[in-house]
Each structure stands twice: as C-alpha cells, then as structure tokens.
C-alpha cells in the first residue's frame, strides 16, 4: 500500500511518527510515545517558569500538555488522511 504524504519535507519527527501511525507501521506507537516524551522535555522549563507547580505535579501537567498536543496532531491529521481537512501546502 503506498504512503500517503500527510507531512511536508522537514516537518518535526512526531509529525512523521504520527503519519507512520496512522498507516499503521511497525513500531510507529513507541515513535509517538518517544516523541511526545521527548516534547515533554522542551515544556517542562517553560511550565517551571511560568507555574506555581513542581516536582511530581509539574511533570503531570508537561506529560498531560505534550500528550493533548499528541492527540490533537493525531485526529488532524487522520482527518486530513480521510479528506475531512483540506491542506495549503505553501
């Protein structure tokens, strides 16, 4: 079955997970997973910086940002993959 082109050349890796994802690759569920952990470590120092949280509370509210993050690029672009969403590429 051919690949669909649902990411652009040079987009971030958890967009090409995702994409590996919904064609239903091997292994694309830990990409997914790998790149929303590793997103988890780019918020956790703004939400350091900006929060009152820390610790253990602090690590939930990153995991549960990077992973709303993760879900919403999954549902856009499986709706885009199904022709639900239309795409400029510019």
Known sequence: ????????????P???????LLEGEEGSVGRVLEATILRTV???PGLYLV???RGRR????????SGSITVSLI????????GLVEHDER
């Open 1 to 12: 079955m051919p690949r669909s082109n649902l990411v652009r050349r040079g987009s971030p």
């Open 14 to 20: 958890s967009s090409y997970a995702i994409q590996s």
């Open 42 to 44: 780019f918020i956790l």
């Open 51 to 53: 929060t009152p949280y």
């Open 58 to 65: 602090l690590l939930g509210v990153a995991m549960a940002a």
């Open 75 to 82: 549902v856009y672009y499986a709706l885009r993959k199904n």
